[in-house]
């Protein structure tokens, strides 16, 4: 089995900045795109960015686009979500993702591993 685990969450004011982390542990496997979706309060989880195993193809949803930056350090096997210039609207639990194939995907459904989620809460 693969475990993914977030870190970074917290509270900061609107215009802050959080670093978000995911580390992967158990069964290992290579070539695999990862992603970052997030759950607002009463609302369905979105597409938040997405990127391949090489790091040189990533996604972001347009809502992020420029303010997010998503990265990843295969040696570590550990992802990470830079969010610059936080609105309150970016207020929601944050999960990472891990699919089986090396293709980037905003689809909930490429993606078969997850974690339990970090809370970043934006405050205005």
């Known amino acids: 089995q693969v475990q993914l685990v977030e870190s970074g969450g917290g509270l900061v004011q609107a215009g802050g900045s959080l670093r978000l982390s995911c580390t992967r542990s158990?069964?290992?496997?290579?070539?695999?795109?990862m992603g970052w979706f997030r759950r607002a309060p009463g609302k369905e989880r979105e597409f938040v960015a997405t990127i391949n195993w090489g790091g040189t193809i990533t996604d972001y949803s347009d809502s992020v686009r420029g303010r997010f930056t998503i990265s990843r350090d295969n040696v570590k096997k550990t992802m990470y979500l830079q969010m610059n210039s936080l609105k309150p609207e970016d207020t929601a639990a944050y999960y990472c993702?891990?699919?089986?194939?090396?293709?980037?995907?905003?689809?909930?459904?490429?993606?078969?591993?997850w974690g339990q989620g970090t809370q970043v809460t934006v405050s205005s």
């Open positions: 158990g069964r290992t496997f290579d070539n695999y795109a």
């Open positions: 993702a891990a699919g089986s194939g090396s293709y980037v995907s905003s689809r909930e459904d490429e993606y078969d591993y």
